[in-house]
C-alpha cells in the first residue's frame, strides 16, 4: 500500500502509519465534547494537531456513542460546514468529513473535505449516490453491527471475522456497483461499534486478519470503554492504553490511527519507525 489519491491531485502517504487528529464539533461527544463548538476553538485545535504530527483532520457533527441522539441534518451542517472553510482558508491539509448523511457528505466536499469517513458505511439514504458522484474522494466504510443508540445492548456474532468480512465483501460490492472504485476505499472494523469487551480484543489482537482485503486500513480506538472497562479508567485516564493499541495496530499494517492525543500517538510512531527502520545519525 503505497499512496491514495486524493482531490486536486493530491496524494496521501501510506507507506508508514498517518495519523488522523479527531476535531469533535458536537457537544455531547464522549471524550471532547463541547471543546471544539466554536470555529476559532475548531480552528485552533486543528492547527495545533497538525503541528503534533496530524495529516488529516477528521471533522464530526454527530457524536456516534452508545445512547447518542440523532442529530439534525440542519444542525449537523452549521456544526461542520464552517470549520472545515475555515480550515480550508488556511491549510492544505487532508480533511476527512465524519458523518453518514448524504447531505452533509456533499456540502463538506464543496467546502473542501477530502475524504468521506462514513460509520454506516453509506448505508443511509443517498450516500452511495452521493459519494459516487466525487470519483477522486476516498470513502472510509466502518463496520457497525446495530446502530449508535442500541449497538451496545448486547452485541452478538456467529464468527466475528467472518460476519466483519462478509459486510466488508458487501459494502465493496455495493460501492462498485454504485460506481465507487475498489482503490478509493478505507476499511474500519469499527472497534467499540456493536462489539463486546471480547470482540474489542479479538479485534486488536488479530487486527492484521483484514489485511487480505489489500485496502488501507484505518483503526480507531483513541481513548474508547474497551480500556475503560479492561482497566477501570476513565476516558481521561486512558492514554496510555490508546497507545498501546495505537502501536498494535500500526505494527499490524493500520496505514491511518484516528486519535485524540496527536503528539503521544506521534511518538509512538516515530519509535516505532526508529526500531523498524533505524535512524540516519545519533
Not at 111 to 131: F, K
Not at 150 to 178: G, K, V, W
Request: proline share 4%; net charge negative.
Amino acid at each position: 500500500m503505497n499512496n491514495l489519491q486524493l482531490p486536486r491531485g493530491r496524494v496521501l502517504d501510506l507507506t508508514c502509519p498517518q495519523i488522523m487528529g479527531i476535531l469533535n464539533v458536537t457537544p455531547d461527544s464522549f471524550s471532547d465534547g463541547g471543546s471544539y463548538c466554536q470555529t476559532d476553538s475548531a480552528v485552533n485545535q486543528a492547527i495545533l494537531m497538525l503541528k503534533q504530527g496530524a495529516t488529516i483532520i477528521d471533522i464530526g457533527g454527530e457524536s456516534t456513542r452508545p445512547g447518542a441522539p440523532d442529530v439534525t441534518l440542519e444542525d449537523e451542517l452549521q456544526r461542520v460546514i464552517p470549520a472545515i472553510e475555515a480550515i480550508r482558508s488556511i491549510s492544505d491539509c487532508v480533511i476527512s468529513i465524519d458523518t453518514s448523511k448524504a447531505e452533509v457528505m456533499a456540502a463538506a466536499i464543496a467546502a473542501g473535505a477530502d475524504i468521506i469517513n462514513d460509520v454506516r458505511a453509506l448505508q443511509e439514504a443517498n450516500a452511495l449516490e452521493v459519494a459516487a458522484q466525487f470519483d477522486d474522494v476516498p470513502v472510509c466504510l466502518m463496520h457497525m453491527q446495530g446502530a449508535p443508540r442500541t449497538m451496545q445492548l448486547n452485541p452478538h456474532y456467529e464468527d466475528l471475522f467472518s460476519d466483519i468480512n462478509a459486510f466488508f465483501d458487501a459494502r465493496i460490492a455495493a460501492c462498485e456497483q454504485a460506481g465507487i472504485k475498489r482503490e478509493r476505499l478505507i476499511l474500519d472494523p469499527g472497534f467499540g461499534f456493536g462489539k463486546n469487551l471480547q470482540h474489542n480484543f479479538a479485534l486488536l489482537g488479530r487486527f492484521a486478519a483484514f489485511s487480505h482485503f489489500q485496502l488501507p486500513l484505518l483503526a480507531g480506538l483513541s481513548r474508547k470503554s474497551m480500556f475503560g472497562k479492561l482497566l477501570n479508567r476513565d476516558t481521561d485516564k486512558r492514554l496510555a492504553a490508546s497507545l498501546a493499541g495505537a502501536l498494535l495496530c500500526a505494527q499490524q499494517g493500520a496505514h491511518i490511527i484516528r486519535v485524540h492525543d496527536v503528539q503521544e500517538t506521534a511518538d509512538v510512531l516515530q519509535v516505532l519507525h526508529a526500531a523498524c527502520n533505524g535512524v540516519e545519525h545519533e
